[in-house]
């Protein structure tokens, strides 16, 4: 009888799951924006790489269960297969664009 519940627990899993899209659609409506917080401000930190890293090891995990890739995937590759464009990038297009109003 146990060997029934833990087959159905593992399908529970996969098929309750949130969906490639709606895990782009958490990003890119909540988590993105929560990083783009007063990026004007601290937008020049970013040449420090450990600050960069940081930011792109959150950017990274989020890629993944986009693509459902392993984890040796790279990170550049990632954002091409999820069309979501490089955090530090999107950092200062958002600086650029808020000096400019």
């Not at 709606?22 to 988590?31: E, P, R, S, V």
């Not at 269960?65 to 984890?71: G, L, P, T």
Request: charged content about 20%; hydrophobic content about 40%.
């Amino acid at each position: 009888m146990q060997g029934n519940n833990i087959c159905i627990s593992k399908s529970a899993k996969v098929n309750w799951g949130l969906s490639q899209k709606d895990i782009k659609t958490l990003y890119t409506g909540g988590i993105q924006p929560f990083l783009l917080f007063c990026a004007p401000v601290w937008a020049e930190i970013l040449e420090k790489t450990s600050h960069r890293k940081t930011l792109t090891r959150v950017q990274r995990l989020i890629n993944i269960k986009i693509a459902k890739a392993y984890r040796t995937v790279s990170n550049e590759a990632l954002c091409i297969i999820t069309g979501l464009t490089h955090i530090h990038i999107k950092i200062k297009e958002t600086a650029e664009v808020y000096k400019i109003v």
